[in-house]
């Protein structure tokens, strides 16, 4: 569903991705994982077309339209109503605004529904841009660091939203950090070090390949035994 072949980006003199190559599966869970600063962003705004790689080839399996993109800046308007935000943007997408209700309990803010953004909690602001990127029904759904910041009942919440949304279809590329939330969600996942993939496979076959499956999977210190970095 979602290839990168080769792909290299360069800012002025600096590279910051190089020679990236994988492939997220049809109705799966994909995890590119890694610290600040590797590149993370980079591959989702080249996939999303919002800037051209310089090097290499790509393909998401699907149309703009059939694409939900929530990223860390959420483009969302803090005057308006949680319900009037997903009502404009059905609006745009031609959808009926029904969508907006529901895309709302989905994510359990219905009885947020006439609340301004600016009031919310970063965590309920988090739930509503991922309620607008689902509005849609999207095929391919991209995921940036979705669950930053959040304490871990809203986290936890925020999963089981993305597991349900793959049940039913979906194709999720998700992006994080957070290793233990990478082994709970995805199928697989990629490893991404200063702009290039150092390892990539199923979280629990990259664990047993380096030793480092305890009780469970440990894909922290899989990332440390071949970078020297530990994550934040």
Do not use: W
Not at 24 to 52: H, V, W, Y
Not at 171 to 183: Q, R, S
């Amino acid at each position: 569903m979602i290839k990168m072949q080769n792909i290299v980006k360069r800012f002025g003199e600096s590279t910051v991705l190089s020679d990236v190559t994988f492939e997220a599966k049809e109705r799966e869970i994909f995890g590119l994982l890694g610290p600040s600063g590797a590149g993370k962003t980079t591959i989702i705004n080249i996939l999303t077309t919002q800037l051209d790689a310089d090097g290499g080839s790509f393909d998401t399996g699907a149309t703009l339209f059939e694409t939900g993109l929530m990223l860390d800046a959420d483009g969302l308007y803090g005057r308006l109503s949680c319900l009037d935000n997903l009502n404009l943007f059905a609006d745009i997408y031609g959808i009926p605004r029904k969508k907006g209700a529901e895309a709302l309990q989905s994510v359990g803010l219905s009885d947020a529904a006439k609340k301004s953004v600016n009031a919310l909690s970063k965590g309920m602001r988090q739930r509503l841009a991922l309620a607008r990127a689902i509005l849609h029904e999207p095929k391919v759904l991209f995921l940036d660091e979705p669950t930053s910041g959040l304490d871990p009942t809203t986290a936890k919440g925020i999963h089981k939203l993305i597991q349900g949304l793959c049940d039913n279809g979906a194709t999720v590329f998700l992006t994080t950090h957070n290793m233990e939330e990478a082994v709970k969600l995805c199928n697989h996942v990629a490893l991404l070090h200063q702009g290039k993939i150092v390892e990539q496979g199923a979280p629990t076959e990259i664990c047993q390949r380096y030793n480092s499956y305890k009780t469970t999977p440990d894909l922290e210190a899989v990332f440390i035994k071949l970078t020297g970095v530990e994550l934040e």
